[in-house]
């Protein structure tokens, strides 16, 4: 079993900074990429960042210069800091991630989510 378990949601101001982190724990072999996705009532998930087991990163155009994603392989943890918040950030984002748990079986997980709240 793997579980991807987040923290760091929360309220702020608006112009105000969060960070999120999520950490992947169980029977891993190898995790190829992760991100953080986000959702708002009656609306679809959408890709909020992205980073792969290279580094490279990719990132929603509403957060491009604001939202830094970063991973520690070590400790199977991703991380998001959130700046220059504005109220239309305000979600639950969720932690995903593409996970191995052997050479040829892998799934992909998501987080319980975190609600972050940013008011005007």
């Known amino acids: 079993q793997v579980q991807l378990v987040e923290s760091g949601g929360g309220l702020v101001q608006s112009g105000g900074s969060l960070t999120l982190s999520c950490a992947a724990s169980g029977n891993i072999f190898r995790i190829i990429a992760m991100g953080w996705y986000r959702q708002t009532p009656g609306n679809e998930r959408e890709l909020v960042a992205t980073?792969?087991?290279?580094?490279?990163?990719n990132y929603a155009d509403s957060v491009k210069g604001r939202f830094t994603i970063s991973r520690d392989n070590v400790r199977n943890a991703v991380y998001l800091q959130m700046n220059g918040l504005k109220p239309e950030d305000t979600a639950v984002y969720y932690c995903n991630a593409y996970i191995y748990t052997t050479v040829t079986d892998w799934k992909d997980y998501w987080g319980q989510g975190t609600q972050v709240t940013v008011s005007a």
């Open positions: 980073t792969n087991q290279g580094g490279a990163t």
